[in-house]
């Protein structure tokens, strides 16, 4: 049995990796002003530079063809099953899509809501395609996945809070609205919307913060890290060297580009760390 991975671009995954791997990867739409167009195609400067001018950004999910031609596409090359994972169906429509898609595929399609997104997608992806390379069935790709995803923790910093109440994704984390400016929340992903994890007063001191909670949080050697950046390469660029120093076990920390769907809705100058055991 050949059994497909796909997942959505909110995963955040390199695409020569998805490439290396074989994994599908559905956009998920970006409109700026009257302009809509899958978010790979717009760069990240570009989006910053949109929300800075105040032009209307929002995200939309994937029109259901998107994945049923995805889904044919797979199966016309040879996959007797398919595993789709997508971001949490609490933040997004998009998990709506694939299952309405999956209805009307010739091979079977399992489509899992992760209930989370960026890299903890992303790391449960490349489990699920290594698997699959390996020769697992259906059920042993989504255990996979599933395993790898209950592993996974998402830290996020944003500069602000309003990005997110505009978007309507605030969810647990608008308990925090209201704090005084110098005080910077730390954000999570917990059962599938985002939710607040602490503060603290400043840039610099959310970053030892991060630091501290993403130590801890790492298991050893089978740890994976990865620190995504929205128009915040600095800080990222810093996370991941104090990380290499503070994590020596685990695997070396990549540097990812946002999803911009997700940078679309943390605001300019938003990052994270993924903590991810295999």
């Given at each position: 049995m050949s059994v497909a991975v796909v997942t959505d671009s909110t995963a955040c995954l390199p695409a020569e990796l998805a490439d290396e791997l074989g994994i599908a990867v559905v956009q998920v739409q970006l409109k700026m002003g009257d302009l809509v167009n899958d978010e790979a195609r717009v760069p990240i400067p570009e989006v910053i530079e949109?929300?800075?001018a105040g032009t209307p950004?929002?995200?939309?999910?994937?029109?259901?063809?998107a994945f049923f031609w995805t889904?044919?596409?797979?199966?016309?090359?040879?996959?007797?099953?398919?595993?789709?994972l997508q971001i949490s169906g609490r933040?997004?429509?998009?998990?709506?899509?694939?299952?309405?898609?999956a209805e009307h595929v010739s091979v079977p399609v399992h489509v899992v809501d992760s209930r989370t997104t960026g890299m903890s997608l992303g790391f449960a992806a490349l489990s699920a395609a290594r698997v699959s390379g390996a020769g697992g069935n259906a059920r042993r790709v989504i255990t996979a996945a599933e395993d790898r995803?209950?592993?996974?923790?998402?830290?996020?910093?944003v500069d602000t809070l309003e990005y997110l109440r505009k978007g309507g994704r605030i969810g647990a984390a608008r308990a925090l609205l209201g704090s005084a400016l110098s005080i910077k929340p730390l954000l999570t992903v917990q059962d599938g919307e985002v939710a607040p994890l602490a503060r603290a007063r400043g840039t610099k001191r959310a970053i030892n913060r991060m630091l501290e909670l993403a130590t801890e949080r790492a298991g050893g050697a089978r740890t994976d890290l990865a620190i995504t950046s929205f128009g915040a390469d600095e800080q990222a660029e810093l996370v991941r060297d104090r990380l290499s120093e503070r994590i020596a076990g685990a695997n070396a920390p990549r540097v990812v580009?946002?999803?911009?769907?997700i940078g679309a809705h943390c605001g300019p100058g938003a990052f994270s760390i993924t903590v991810s055991t295999a």
């Open positions: 949109a929300m800075r950004v929002s995200t939309t999910p994937p029109d259901p063809n889904y044919q596409q797979a199966a016309s090359t040879g996959a007797d099953a398919i595993v789709s933040m997004s429509a998009t998990v709506d899509a694939a299952r309405q898609a995803l209950a592993g996974s923790t998402e830290l996020l910093y580009a946002c999803s911009t769907v």
